[in-house]
C-alpha cells in the first residue's frame, strides 16, 4: 500500500482545513487508517483512526474539532479539522494498519505510511 497525504497549508487560528490521504492498493478498505502529527521536537502522536466499519477513535486534544472519514471507492482517506489551534501546528501523517485489529494509537502499530503534510495555525 502506498499513501499520499495532501491538503496542508497555513490557516489562522479558528480556520478548517481538509486533508486527503490517497491509498493505492485493493485491500484498503479492509485496513484501519489513521492520522498521527509530530511537531518540531515531539514524538509522533496520535490523531484519528478509522476501521473498515467506520468505527473511528480521537485523540482527546482534537474531539468535537477533527472528523475522520474514508471513501473507500475512491481509496481515500479525509481529516477534516475545524476551530484550529497554533497548537494543532505539525506535520501530519496518514497511516495503515492492515492488521484488522481494534483500534490502535500506538505509531508502530501501522504498517504503512505517507510522506507527511504541514499544517501551520497562526495566533
Known amino acids: 500500500v502506498q499513501l499520499q497525504a495532501s491538503g496542508g497549508g497555513l490557516v489562522q487560528a479558528g480556520g478548517s482545513l481538509r486533508l486527503s490521504c490517497a491509498a493505492s492498493?485493493?485491500?484498503?478498505?479492509?485496513?484501519?487508517m489513521g492520522w498521527f502529527r509530530q511537531a518540531p521536537g515531539k514524538e509522533r502522536e496520535f490523531v484519528a483512526a478509522?476501521?473498515?466499519?467506520?468505527?473511528?477513535d480521537y485523540a482527546d486534544s482534537v474531539k468535537g474539532r477533527f472528523t475522520i472519514s474514508r471513501d473507500n471507492a475512491k481509496n481515500t482517506l479525509y481529516l477534516q479539522m475545524n476551530s484550529l489551534k497554533p497548537e494543532d501546528t505539525a506535520v501530519y501523517y496518514c497511516a495503515a494498519d492492515s492488521s484488522r485489529a481494534p483500534i490502535r494509537v500506538g505509531a508502530r502499530s501501522y504498517d504503512y505510511w505517507g510522506q507527511g503534510t504541514q499544517v501551520t495555525v497562526s495566533s
Open positions: 478509522i476501521k473498515w466499519s467506520a468505527t473511528t
Open positions: 492498493g485493493r485491500t484498503f478498505s479492509w485496513y484501519t
